[in-house]
């Protein structure tokens, strides 16, 4: 009687042991573990990409925080060293932040505080600036430009030695005259960006010159000469800066020596590479961008000084006299520019303008000289190209359209940049 509950006790506890273990156990079906297989979700290809678009977008943005970080520390630290000691109680990081954040915001866009990269990305569109008047160097900028020139006129002369008695019949000597003239420029262009927003520049052009005449008898003549031109310095200060409705606007002055050859110190078989006047041009300029593309226009006068020069003259009276001194005052000359520069990418940029130049008549010893009064104007085309970081070409097209003009102008200029002082 003993024995046997306890056989039954012993035995229940087996028993469920046994359920338990069954219980727990993986099933040892092999088609149940290929069903579980194949009932696990695969992942959408959509899903893939949207995540790893993600993860690229919050890269960019980690980016361009440390890039604010940056630059505000940058800030905080200048404005810390340029701020004079004060008594008062310093104010919570917070509300400063808040208080100089467009401050802050102003001073990023000003070319002073562009990085290498920021300024990189904008040199095509600066250079195209540059050359054309509309952009000063930041200070402690040096620029040289090496640019050659080539221009190329032509002209024809019809005189007529008579009387004319009917307005077709002419009683008398008719002569015609055919000029050709092609004239090469190299010159050497050095800029330097000063404090107080002021560009100091200085120029010396040396060149080739030579002109053909051909008469009516088709007998060439040819004259040509190699030295060196006029040279001229300037200097510019910007007034304005972009902001809202106003453009930059900058103020230059310029002055322009004798140092060349000119027409009226001629011996035979050369040309003039200079004017033989002094002069001294004063210009405004506007420019106002509209990303990518920045418009700009120019005004400019100009003051040739008079001089006396030795001319040639034909006195009946006296045949022995052939020259003279006479006393030349030169027209002054009133010009504009209009235009535009195009950003196509961050290397490289297109230009477009027009100008135009109206000079009055020059007078010898106080009365007008007949043909004097000259009117200019060109059609221009370039572009340049960033190569390499503070190298570039810049290559210029123009054609004129008025008589006065040459025919055909191009110049290629390589100019390359250097930092001589930080300017900051």
């Known amino acids: 009687m003993f024995y046997r509950p306890m056989f039954l006790g012993v035995m229940l506890v087996i028993g469920t042991l046994c359920s338990n273990a069954q219980t727990g156990a993986a099933p040892a079906n092999p088609a149940v573990r290929r069903n579980a297989v194949v009932q696990t979700p695969r992942e959408d290809p959509v899903d893939v990409k949207i995540q790893q678009a993600l993860r690229e977008r919050d890269a960019i943005i ?9 630059l505000e520390n940058r800030l905080n630290v200048a404005s810390v060293e340029a701020a004079p000691p004060s008594s008062a109680a310093p104010s919570t990081p917070s509300s400063s932040s808040s208080t100089t954040s467009e401050s802050r915001l102003a001073a990023v866009v000003n070319n002073s505080t562009y990085d290498a990269a920021e300024r990189h990305a904008s040199e095509a569109l600066d250079q195209a600036l540059l050359v054309r008047g509309s952009l000063l160097l930041p200070n402690g900028k ?5 640019t050659a020139a080539y221009f190329s006129m032509s002209s024809d002369h019809l005189t007529v030695d008579g009387f004319a008695l ?6 008398g000597d008719i002569t015609s005259q055919r000029l050709r003239r092609d004239i090469l420029i190299h010159s050497f262009t050095a800029r330097l960006g000063l404090p107080k927003r002021l560009q100091m520049d200085f120029t ?4 080739y010159v030579l002109n053909r005449t051909v008469d009516a008898n088709n007998n060439q003549t040819t004259a040509s000469q190699f030295g060196l031109g006029d040279i001229q310095a300037g200097l510019s200060d910007q007034l304005t800066v972009e902001h ?3 453009p930059d606007l900058l103020a230059s002055i310029h002055f322009k020596s004798t140092t060349g050859t000119n027409s009226y110190d001629l011996q035979s078989a050369e040309t003039s590479l200079g004017t033989g006047f002094n002069s001294l041009q004063g210009s405004i300029t506007a420019a106002k961008s509209s990303d990518p593309v920045v418009f700009f226009g120019n005004v400019s006068y100009t003051k040739s000084l008079p001089a006396h020069h030795t001319i040639p003259v034909s006195n009946p009276t006296e045949s022995g006299q052939t020259t ?12 504009f520019q209009l235009g535009s520069v195009l950003a196509l990418n961050t290397e490289t940029s297109m230009t477009m303008g027009w100008d135009q130049r ?14 004097s009064y000259l009117v200019e104007g060109s059609l221009r085309i370039g572009t340049s190209y960033t190569y390499a970081p503070g190298r570039m070409v810049d290559i210029s097209f123009g054609v004129g359209l008025t008589p006065d003009t040459p025919n055909l102008q ?5 100019p390359f940049r250097r930092t001589l002082w930080s300017s900051y």
């Open 62 to 70: 980690r980016n361009l925080l440390e890039r604010v970080q940056e």
């Open 142 to 146: 040096l620029e040289v430009d090496n």
């Open 166 to 171: 009917l307005p077709v019949l002419v009683v």
């Open 204 to 207: 010396l052009p040396y060149g």
């Open 244 to 246: 809202g409705s106003v």
């Open 324 to 335: 003279t001194v006479g006393f030349l005052r030169p027209g002054d000359a009133f010009g």
């Open 358 to 371: 109206f000079t009055r008549q020059t007078k010898l010893n106080g009365v007008a000289l007949p043909a």
């Open 410 to 414: 191009f110049s290629v200029g390589f």
